[in-house]
C-alpha cells in the first residue's frame, strides 16, 4: 500500500478553490508537486479574483507541465535515434561474424550448424548518418505539433484573463458595448489567408541555422 | 477455402451464442465499443451531476440573467469534458513513462511514442473543443455574444489567388490621358521600381551543396550542444528544427539517388 501524498500547506490556494479546481491530471507525486508549485506562483502573478480565473491559471499551469513533458519525450527520442543506429551497426558486425566463421567452418569441413558469435557490445561512434533520425521522425512531428497546441494555450491565457477582467469592469460601471465585443474584434483581426504558408518554400531556405542561435 | 461441413458447423454453432444473458454480462457488453468516453452524448439531460451543479452555481451566482444557471451548467460540463480530457492525457504519458523505463529495445520504444503521441494528439483535440465550449459559455454568461469566425478560405489557395469559374472576362485597358503637369511627368520618366528578386532555389544536385546541406543538418540535429540547450529550455522546440531538415535530408537523399541514376557506367561492357 502506497503512503498517502502529503502536500504543504497551501494558503494562498483557498480550499473552497481546490476543491472546484478538482483532481489535478497528473500520475505522479513529483508531477503532483510540480503542478502546485506552479499553480501558486501563477497565481501570485496573476491574484485570480474568481473561480473562472482561477480555471484559467489552472489551464496555464497544465499547458506548461504537458510542454515539459513533451520536451523530456523528445530529448529521449533524440538519444534513442543514436541507440536505434548503434543498434543496428551492432547487428550488422554481428551478422558479418557469423558469415565469416559459417565459411571457415565448411572451408575446414566441418558440418552446417550456428556458430557461437558473442554479442556485438552497441559502440559510440560519430553520428555520420541520418538513419535513427528519420525513424524517429513521425514521433516528432507528433511532439511538434502537440508542442504547439499547448504553447498556443499557455499563450492564449494571458489574453484572456485580460480581456474577461475588461469586461467584468465594464459590465460593473454599466458602459459595456454588446455591438463590438473585444474578444471577438481580437479574433478577427488575423485574417487565416495570412497564416498559409508554403512548406517547402520554408524547407529550401539556404540557410538552417538562424543568427544568433548556433551552439 | 473453408469447407462446406465446417461453414455448417460454424452456423450450427452461432445460433447457440445469442450474446450476453445475465445482467452483469450485458453492462459488461454495454462498453465493449466504449474507448474513453470523451465523444459521449448524455440521453438524459435532467439530471446533472453534483460537480457540474456545484460548479454552476459558483460561475452563475453574480449574474442577474435568467438564462444564467443554464449557462453555468454549460460551462461546468465543459470544465469537467476538459478535465476527462486532460486526465485521459496523463494516463497515456503515465504509461509511456512506465514503457520507458521497461522496454530496452530503442526501435520498439521509438515506435511506442510515436503511438502515445499520436493518442495524445487525439485527446487533446478533445481538450480543445471543450475548452472553446467553456469559453462561449462564460461569454454567454456574460452576455457578451458570440461572434461567428469569418469565413476560412479553401485550404492551400489565397483568397486573391482562388480560382473562380464564374469570373467575367476582363474589360479592355483604358487609354490614359496624356501627363497634365511637370510633376506629373517626371514621375513618369523616373526609372520603374525593381521588384524584389525570387528566392533562388538551393541546387540539390550541386555536390558543394549537398556538402554543405548535409554538414549543416548534422551538426543541427546531432551535436550533444543542442541538446544540452533544448534540457535547459533555452530553446523552445527541437522538433521544428528537426521536422525541417528531415525534409532537406529526405531531398538530399532523392537529388543523391537521382545523381547516382542519371550517372553513365564507368566500366564499358565487354562486348567480345
Known sequence: MTDPVVLPEMPDIPADVRELLGAPPVRSVA???????????????????????????????????????????????????EEVVQDERAGTKRRELLVAQLQADRAAGLPDQVPKVPEVPRTREPMD????????????????????????????????????????????????????????????????DEQIVDEEEVADTPSLVPSGRKP | MTSAKKIEANRRNALRSTGPRTAAGKARSRKNALRHGL??????????????????????????????????ITFAEAEMAVRRARAAQAEVLAELLEAETAQSKPQVLVEFIATAMQTVGRLHRYERRALSRRRRAMRELMGIPTASRAPRSRRGFRRSARPTLLQPAPLPPLPLPPPASAAHASRAAR??????????????????VLE?????????????SWLHLFAAGKIE??????????????????ALAAQKKSEPDDVPHDTS
Not at chain 1, 51 to 68: F, G, K
Not at chain 2, 51 to 68: E, R
Not at chain 2, 217 to 222: M, S
Request: proline content about 5%; overall charge positive; glycine content about 4%.
Open chain 2, 191 to 208: 526609372p520603374k521600381r525593381l521588384s524584389c528578386p525570387k528566392r533562388k532555389k538551393i541546387d540539390y544536385a550541386d555536390p558543394a
Open chain 1, 129 to 192: 548518418d541520418t538513419r535513427g533520425l528519420v525513424r524517429c521522425l513521425p514521433a516528432l512531428e507528433q511532439i511538434g505539433r502537440l508542442s504547439d497546441g499547448y504553447r498556443a494555450q499557455r499563450m492564449s491565457v494571458p489574453r484572456e484573463l485580460l480581456d474577461y477582467r475588461k469586461i467584468i469592469a465594464s459590465l460593473k460601471a454599466g458602459d459595456i458595448r454588446v455591438d463590438k465585443p473585444m474578444i471577438a474584434d481580437k479574433e478577427k483581426a488575423v485574417p487565416d
Open chain 2, 212 to 224: 554543405r546541406v548535409s554538414q549543416l543538418a548534422r551538426r543541427n540535429l546531432l551535436d550533444d
Open chain 1, 31 to 81: 508531477e503532483l508537486k510540480a503542478y502546485f508549485g506552479l499553480l501558486r506562483a501563477i497565481a501570485k502573478q496573476y491574484s485570480p479574483r474568481d473561480i473562472n480565473e482561477w480555471l484559467l491559471a489552472a489551464d496555464q499551469t497544465v499547458s506548461i507541465l504537458r510542454t515539459n513533458t513533451l520536451r523530456q519525450h523528445e530529448v529521449n527520442l533524440l538519444k534513442l535515434s
Open chain 2, 237 to 254: 522546440s527541437l522538433a521544428r528544427w528537426v521536422r525541417r531538415s528531415g525534409f532537406i535530408v529526405w531531398r538530399l537523399n532523392k
Open chain 2, 39 to 72: 465523444a459521449a452524448v448524455l440521453k438524459d439531460h435532467t439530471v446533472v451531476p453534483e460537480a457540474v451543479a456545484k460548479l454552476a452555481s459558483v460561475i452563475a451566482a453574480d449574474s442577474s440573467d435568467p438564462l444564467a444557471e443554464a449557462h453555468g
